[in-house]
């Protein structure tokens, strides 16, 4: 089939991109003509928290790339919906994780449809209906665009379960998979010199942008209550560090907590993993998480906590833990991963469980 992809995607950065590209390729595997439609303006700059929206990572091998979308254009969205018209898609696959996207997203598939002689089918890839951090408009915006939609795939049944308050159209699961293009583990003394991290202590690890709902100040708590346990904080601020230093400080704990406070690139992410022992996800909200996935590729197990889909990846006692979430609850599995469990039973398991998670399951349940 001719697919359209209507996503983030190089030289933007994030895991929404990655993961688009990602499905391209493996779209293509399976042997459909795909393109995908990006972003030229994703965020205006005053909306966008981080550093920068772009990456200085390679472009994705084999991937074509149109870089047309204007978030904040309205005839901008027109002419994009003209060109995608233009393609003859038999399916176009729209990748919707804020409603702030909904009026662009929505009207550009509503051109594509209205004025193309060759009917597509609609099929959106759901990370997030209504978005952890809620604002005016949210359900407008989200509604405008499941309208625009046949029907949707979700990588979280809870978010199915949202989608389902808006709509009766079909809704179809199917888990995240596993980030596998951030290359193999390399060794943990490896990884470890690079970051100037001890060499046999043991050491958690927060990786991504850090939100208020990610709940890393759950983590640093928690990391008074674990007092021979590093931790390793990888990813860009997206809300102001002195909340988190004040917790760092007010503990003593700035020869424990090893903080690297930039964008994470693509190639760097397997000397994170592979320097850790476990990974630790303390949200406080969520639907499913790329975090997860990527610590399935390094078969490290996991502490998550209780919210959203989290418990549908992470299986309890098996490739983790799912906890409460407070700090003591974080504190606890810590310490059983530490000093009571078999950590090599559970690394197998997360070796066993990662077969769940495949990108052809994930391209057979958007196309059918």
């Avoid at 470890?192 to 640093?220: C, H, S």
Wanted: proline share 7%; net charge neutral.
């Amino acid at each position: 089939m001719k697919i359209v992809l209507l996503s983030p995607a190089h030289p933007l950065r994030g895991g929404i991109a990655a993961s688009s590209e990602r499905l391209a390729q493996e779209f293509q595997a399976l042997g459909h003509e795909v393109v995908v439609y990006s972003f030229s303006l994703q965020y205006p700059s005053f909306l966008f928290p981080g550093k920068t929206q772009f990456t200085d990572d390679p472009p994705p091998a084999g991937v074509t790339i149109k870089t047309r979308l204007n978030s904040i254009n309205p005839f901008n969205w027109i002419r994009t919906g003209f060109q995608i018209k233009n393609e003859k898609p038999d399916v176009v696959v729209t990748r919707f994780w804020l409603p702030f996207m909904g009026p662009s997203l929505g009207t550009v598939l509503r051109i594509a449809r209205w004025f193309g002689k060759k009917k597509f089918k609609s099929t959106a890839l759901v990370d997030n209906i209504i978005p952890h951090e809620k604002r005016p408009g949210d359900t407008l915006f989200a509604r405008y665009f499941i309208g625009a939609c046949d029907d949707f795939v979700v990588m979280s049944k809870s978010v199915g379960e949202e989608i389902q308050t808006f709509t009766q159209k079909p809704v179809r699961f199917a888990p995240h998979p596993i980030y596998d293009n951030y290359g193999d583990a390399i060794p943990k003394h490896t990884a470890r010199q690079q970051l100037g991290l001890p060499e046999n202590a043991p050491v958690v690890l927060f990786f991504g942008f850090i939100r208020a709902y990610k709940g890393l100040d759950l983590l640093l708590e928690a990391m008074a209550l674990t007092p021979d346990v590093h931790c390793v904080v990888a990813g860009e601020p997206y809300d102001d560090w002195a909340t988190y230093q004040a917790i760092i400080d007010k503990h003593g704990l700035h020869n424990r907590v090893h903080v690297f406070s930039d964008f994470i690139p693509a190639d760097e992410v397997k000397t994170y993993f592979s320097a850790a022992d476990l990974v630790v996800q303390p949200y406080r909200s969520a639907t499913q998480s790329g975090i997860s996935q990527i610590a399935y590729h390094f078969n490290k197990p996991m502490v998550v906590t209780k919210v959203g889909g989290l418990p549908e990846i992470v299986k309890d006692g098996v490739a983790g833990y799912v906890v409460e979430v407070t700090p003591e609850a974080i504190a606890g599995a810590v310490k059983v991963f530490f000093e009571e469990e078999d950590r090599e039973r559970m690394v197998r398991a997360v070796e066993e469980e990662k077969g769940k998670f495949s990108w052809e399951n994930l391209t057979k349940m958007v196309v059918g």
